[in-house]
């Protein structure tokens, strides 16, 4: 990803937080030099100096195949806001756009047995509605077992991690102080969520 110096988004506690705050990622393999892509939600964990992704999509899709031996791509990305050039003191000025975003790069390993299965999914009810947790343990065993026969659960260590802000750090404070206030006014739950990043910028 082009991360020009002004837009760099490094502190690994910010990056982890929000990967977890928009974890309904894409992850990007290549076939035979053609990209493919599935949209996938992902349990982010963070153990000593590694960020552990893991997932699972259906045995059906090919793509479950292409992750074995390949180096996959994750993308976390939202919100987004189209910035208007109305914001700016000077008229010779064209439209943007702000967002964040971080690419996760790695080797996606296998969680093969049915206990890793298991463990994962259950891990995954519990981040995304704990409260199913209970109705999907009364579920009968041979129900959970055929269920986990038709998917493939993963994990990806990272080993290349880039994470980039883009929210007007190149304009003047009046300026982001106007993109802010309009975003702030703003219906749109994306430029609301634009704004308060904006805010939590350095002086």
């Not at 990209?35 to 963070?46: E, G, K, M, S, Y």
Request: contains cysteine; proline residues 4%; glycine residues 2%.
């Amino acid at each position: 990803m082009f991360i020009p110096s002004i837009n760099k988004f490094e502190d690994i506690e910010e990056i982890v937080a929000f990967m977890q705050r928009y974890s309904f990622a894409t992850i990007i393999t290549a076939k035979d030099g053609v990209p493919v892509a599935t949209h996938l939600p992902f349990i982010i964990t963070r153990v000593n100096d590694k960020v552990i992704l893991k997932s699972h999509l259906a045995k059906a899709n090919p793509q479950s195949a292409d992750i074995i031996d390949n180096k996959s791509l994750v993308i976390f990305t939202e919100p987004h806001a189209y910035i208007s050039p109305k914001n700016y003191e000077k008229e010779q000025n064209v439209p943007t756009w702000n967002y964040l975003a971080v690419h996760a790069y790695g080797n996606c390993v296998i969680l093969d047995n049915e206990d890793e299965k298991a463990a994962l999914l259950a891990e995954t009810i519990k981040y995304y509605e704990a409260d199913y947790l209970k109705q999907y343990e009364s579920l009968s065993d041979d129900y959970k077992s055929k269920m986990m026969k038709g998917i493939v659960a993963f994990q990806i260590i990272v080993d290349d991690l880039q994470a980039k802000k883009k929210l007007s750090q190149n304009r003047s404070e009046k300026e982001r102080e106007n993109i802010v206030e309009s975003m702030g006014k703003s219906e749109d739950k994306n430029e609301q969520d634009i704004a308060d990043y904006m805010k939590q910028l350095p002086k």
